[in-house]
């Protein structure tokens, strides 16, 4: 009788050890980025990106670098736009992962002259890989999936136009209001709890994590 550990259980011990490794070391990536970015600490912000990153969201689709800068200037203008992040759910498949983070997206600003903030609930649905040993991010797609605007000031009135605020989903139809009245373009086609964009953002993440190239995700960056 051999005793000791057998060849496939010992790989089987190895494996789980660096799944739970690169799991940490992902779900400190996913913290950093909400940390980094609303405390303006770009250089450390920079670092949760590969350099072909690309990020989506209501106001921007574009490379890492340039969501960095675009940030970067809305920062130094005065825009507050603060993030924090609830339960993670990663998926690890050798080098590629996906990732799912709960997320509250709190965004403040002016209607017509009365300050407001509006709170976003969802989700950030990541696509990442593992080069030269280093997690990084290669794609970031929010779900919005409920939000809601308030005055900052007690008993203050706000009268939105009903129109342009029907013209937005559901999921982000305050966020998306605001952000028009602040001069950004909104995009109106970003996935929310269910739907066709959800189901095409599963099939996509599916897709990269069974290690399809990364032209599967070009899908999911809104046009």
């Not at 070391?25 to 670092?47: K, P, S, Y």
């Not at 997690?135 to 970031?140: N, Y």
Request: hydrophobic share 40%; glycine share 10%; charged share 30%.
């Amino acid at each position: 009788m051999q005793h000791g550990i057998s060849e496939p259980d010992e790989d089987n011990r190895h494996r789980a050890i660096q799944r739970a490794v690169d799991k940490a070391a992902i779900a400190e990536l996913l913290q950093n980025w909400v940390i980094w970015r609303d405390a303006g600490e770009w250089d450390r912000f920079a670092t949760v990106w590969h350099q072909d990153g690309r990020m989506s969201a209501t106001w921007f689709r574009a490379g890492a670098a340039e969501f960095i800068e675009g940030c970067r200037k809305a920062f130094d203008a005065g825009m507050v736009g603060l993030h924090s992040l609830g339960a993670i759910s990663i998926d690890v498949e050798g080098t590629r992962a996906v990732a799912q983070s709960r997320m509250e997206i709190v965004h403040r600003g002016r209607i017509d002259g009365v300050e407001v903030d509006v709170t976003c609930l969802g989700r950030f649905v990541d696509a990442l890989e593992k080069r030269d040993g280093r997690w990084g991010l290669v794609l970031r797609q929010p779900v919005y999936e409920l939000d809601r605007m308030v005055p900052v000031r007690p008993g203050a009135t706000l009268d939105l136009d009903e129109a342009l605020l029907a013209s937005f989903p559901d999921g982000y139809r305050h966020l998306g209001y605001l952000q028009t009245k602040l001069g950004m373009e909104v995009y109106r086609n970003l996935p929310g709890t269910r739907g066709p964009e959800m189901a095409e953002l599963r099939k996509r993440m599916k897709q990269w994590l069974d290690g399809a190239g990364a032209d599967c995700l070009d899908a999911m960056l809104p046009r």
